[in-house]
């Protein structure tokens, strides 16, 4: 079993900053793969960012420049840097881990999940 704890959420203006924080523990190992995931009540799950095993990282199109994803030196927390935010980026955030890299395109693959940390973005 994995378990992810997420936090730093929070609400702040468009064009500021937030680091979103994800703890890892449980029965995790150095080549899994970690993502982090946003929904919002009017669209499912989409991917933001993730680390793959190799320590390969991934964005979608809608953060790059704007947000980085990076894990602590022994792999225990994930990390969210999200600057210039947007109203659009308002969204529950998730964690999420799972022995293969299925790509953001493909939350279902991934087995394990966060309960996730609110972000509002007001303009």
């Known amino acids: 079993e994995v378990f992810l704890t997420e936090s730093g959420g929070g609400s702040v203006q468009s064009g500021g900053s937030l680091r979103l924080s994800c703890r890892v523990s449980?029965?995790?190992?150095?080549?899994?793969?970690l993502a982090w995931f946003r929904r919002t009540p009017e669209k499912e799950r989409e991917g933001v960012a993730a680390i793959d095993g190799d320590g390969e990282l991934y964005y979608a199109d809608s953060v790059k420049g704007r947000f980085a994803v990076s894990q602590d030196n022994d792999k225990s927390v994930l990390y969210l840097q999200m600057n210039n935010l947007k109203v659009e980026d308002t969204a529950m955030y998730f964690c999420?881990?799972?022995?293969?890299?299925w790509g953001l395109g493909l939350p279902d693959y991934f087995g394990f999940w966060g309960q996730g940390t609110q972000v509002t973005v007001s303009s």
């Open positions: 999420a881990a799972d022995s293969t890299y």
């Open positions: 449980g029965a995790i190992k150095p080549t899994y793969s």
